[in-house]
T-cell receptor, first 114, second 113 residues
Framework: GESVGLHLPTLSVQEGDNSIINCAYSNSASDYFIWYKQESGKGPQFIID?????DKRQGQRVTVLLNKTVKHLSLQIAATQPGDSAVYFCAENIGGGGADGLTFGKGTHLIIQP | DAGVIQSPRHEVTEMGQEVTLRCKPISGHNSLFWYRQTMMRGLELLIYFNNNVPIDDSGMPEDRFSAKMPNASFSTLKIQPSEPRDSAVYFC???????????FGQGTRLTVV
């Protein structure tokens, strides 16, 4: 997994398996969290978000889990596909999803093995 | 909509030269953000505009960096003079409101030699 402000780790999973990307955030006052996906040569793309009054949120093939006690965020991707290969960033904010206040982690590189 | 459009996609320039990066936000979006991405520091917010007005430029690293938004459909980020340590990918993003989801452009990869 990754921690906001540290090096870029790599996660390699087999196509079809589930993947879990972890993120440790630092600011206990953060109340809004976003996962972004960045493919090579492209800008970050919004995947899913969660507010601090929730501990789980599901999207299409993705689930975000939030554990405020230990300041931990995870992104679960079900049945990974080759197109899921990318760098995944978690971002935290206080007071909403505005890009002005987002603090991005360094990212985790997800590699899908055929 | 074509999304946020940035130009150029790649820029290679010599140290000391002026560099201008351009951004066209999504039509109807009122907030525009300039980010810089490096391996060492990740994604950093440089400046953002709301309704064409610069709101927070505390992320601009030095006076060599300046940004303008003359109208709702165009913004520039200028570096003068450029230095090798400015080499990075620069992203522009826009959102409907300051607190709503931001959409990123493809970025400009700047290399200063």
């Amino acid at each position: 997994g990754e921690s906001v402000g540290l090096h870029l780790p790599t996660l390699s999973v087999q196509e079809g398996d589930n993947s879990i990307i972890n993120c440790a955030y630092s600011n206990s006052a953060s109340d809004y969290f976003i996962w972004y996906k960045q493919e090579s040569g492209k800008g970050p793309q919004f995947i899913i978000d969660i507010r601090s009054n929730m501990d789980k949120r599901q999207g299409q093939r993705v689930t975000v889990l939030l554990n405020k006690t230990v300041k931990h965020l995870s992104l679960q991707i079900a049945a990974t596909q080759p197109g899921d290969s990318a760098v995944y960033f978690c971002a935290e904010n206080i007071g909403g999803g505005g890009a002005d206040g987002l603090t991005f982690g360094k990212g985790t590189h997800l590699i899908i093995q055929p | 909509d074509a999304g946020v459009i940035q130009s150029p996609r790649h820029e290679v320039t010599e140290m000391g030269q002026e560099v201008t990066l351009r951004c066209k936000p999504i039509s109807g979006h009122n907030s525009l953000f300039w980010y810089r991405q490096t391996m060492m520091r990740g994604l950093e917010l440089l400046i953002y505009f709301n309704n064409n007005v610069p709101i927070d430029d505390s992320g601009m690293p030095e006076d060599r960096f300046s940004a303008k938004m003359p109208n709702a459909s165009f913004s520039t980020l200028k570096i003068q003079p450029s230095e090798p340590r400015d080499s990075a990918v620069y992203f522009c993003a826009s959102s409907v409101l300051k607190d709503s989801e931001a959409f990123f452009g493809q970025g400009t990869r700047l290399t200063v030699v």
